[in-house]
């Protein structure tokens, strides 16, 4: 049977930004934010973080260090003589959490729980702060395998869709499975592309598929285990791509549900290290995807620098 088309679905208008909807948490007198090692008591939230207004998270913590020192030199920051930009979350050893004036850079592992629970911890966090939701933006930057695409170019989410199409995230609760739509916001998309020509990275606009894992999970014949033929990959990775899927990756669709749940507006960034519809093994050498990574940052970069009037 023909599975049915949900990537045409309409996104359902967005909520009025806020980082919580939780009445529970107006009853708490006191807050801990276990994986990111703060804590309502012992920290002074407001003074740290008021000023926040773009949340970067990527999947790995070195990349998310060198994004924040990247953005030192963007932003033209001062470090204060005798000080370093140091992990704020260092005691958790789960994540890593930089903050360079407005910007704050923060690692989320791998795959839709461990970004999850990170996304819990910002919201709760901001919101602690006192930052205005209408005023944050949060932005991924990651990498994915790319279909149809010249490996090193990067797509910008116009939805993200799970491992059967569906533009939405499924959770299960109390014993029943809730649907959390994971559309992104196409005028801050259209801004973002117009910003990555002006930086000169190739970008394109597209859905993105995300799984729960990377092998079977994403098609690939080379994992541990594989039950299906190279055809049956090639017939699952072509119907992705004929309706509209431009890369694979496993936040994404955590990410855009999360969000759009807050009404905070925000987009994926993502490159592509391999074009899926060639082949499965990433064999790249690392300095030439060392360069790739940066792509998005290099974009997100000149988005906050022009967001904040910042000119060389
Ligand atoms: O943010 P990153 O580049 O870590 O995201 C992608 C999706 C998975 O987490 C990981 C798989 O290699 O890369
Ligand atoms: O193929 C890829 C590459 C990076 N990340 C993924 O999830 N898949």
Redesign the pocket.
């Known amino acids: 049977m023909e599975q049915e088309d949900f990537t045409e679905m309409e996104p359902p208008p967005s909520p009025k930004p806020s980082f919580v909807r939780n009445v529970n948490l107006a009853a708490m007198d006191e807050d801990y934010l276990y994986h990111l090692a703060l804590d309502t008591k012992h920290n002074d939230l407001k003074d740290m973080f008021r000023d926040v207004k773009f949340v970067c ?4 913590p070195g ?1 998310m260090k060198a994004f924040a020192f990247y953005m030192v030199k963007q932003l033209k920051y001062k470090i204060t003589a005798g000080q370093t930009l140091e992990d704020i979350s260092k005691g958790s050893d789960r994540y890593v959490l930089y903050k360079v004036g407005p910007v704050l850079s923060v690692s ?4 839709i729980p461990s970004l999850s629970i990170l996304m819990h911890e910002i919201l709760k966090l901001l919101n602690h702060a006192g930052c205005d939701p209408g005023e944050v933006m949060f932005f ?5 395998g790319g279909l149809g695409l010249e490996p090193g170019t990067v797509v910008i989410s116009e939805a993200a869709v799970d491992g059967l199409l569906r533009p939405y995230m499924e959770v299960a609760t109390l014993g029943m499975v809730i649907q959390h739509p994971a559309f992104l916001c196409p005028e801050l998309n259209k801004e973002l592309l117009e910003v990555s020509k002006s930086v000169g990275c190739q970008s394109v606009l597209g859905k993105t598929m995300c799984t729960y894992d ?1 092998y079977e999970g994403q098609a690939r014949l080379d994992g541990a285990f594989c039950e299906y033929t190279e055809e049956d990959k090639r017939n699952f990775l072509k119907r992705a791509h004929a309706r509209g899927i431009a890369n694979i ?3 994404s669709l955590c990410f855009a549900a999360m969000c759009h749940r807050t009404g905070v507006k925000s987009a994926v960034l ?1 490159v592509t290290l391999l074009d899926r519809l060639q082949g499965d093994q ?1 064999s790249t050498p690392h300095d030439v995807m060392e360069e790739w ?1 940066c792509r998005p940052q290099r974009i997100i970069a000149e988005f906050i620098r022009k967001k904040l009037g910042i000119t060389d």
């Open positions: 998270f990527g999947g790995s990349r989320h592992g791998m795959g991924r930057l990651g990498t994915s990377f990756e496993m936040e993502c990433i990574q």
